[in-house]
């Protein structure tokens, strides 16, 4: 998947800013600086996406669902986007417990 993808999914941007270094020289850098996407589909199920500097020269990217144990990861673009449109379809909205397939 590209990071393309993973944005036209709805992901949002996640930075991290890193640390601010400063040498002898009062010279600044900052160093670890990195950033990820995240998609929320409700509280308690949330997906992530591997880090910019975890993408290797083929420049593929990943998601999966945050903090489970093994990793479940998504590659393909179509697969990612059907999950998410299934799951969301299915969130319950309201204090009824009336899904959004029910309207």
């Not at 601010?20 to 995240?38: G, I, L, M, R, S």
């Not at 945050?66 to 799951?87: G, S, W």
Request: hydrophobic share 30%.
């Amino acid at each position: 998947m590209t990071e393309k993808e993973i944005q036209l999914l709805g992901f949002q941007r996640n930075d991290d800013h890193g640390i601010e270094c400063t040498d002898d020289d009062n010279n600044t850098w900052v160093e670890d600086a990195f950033y990820y996407y995240t998609y929320t589909v409700a509280q308690g199920l949330e997906f992530i996406s591997n880090s910019d500097d975890e993408v290797g020269e083929d420049g593929e990217w990943y998601v999966e669902f945050f903090d489970t144990n093994p990793a479940v990861r998504f590659y393909n673009f179509a697969e990612t986007q059907a999950l998410i449109n299934k799951l969301d379809k299915h969130v319950v909205n309201d204090s009824k417990g009336v899904d959004s397939t029910t309207k």
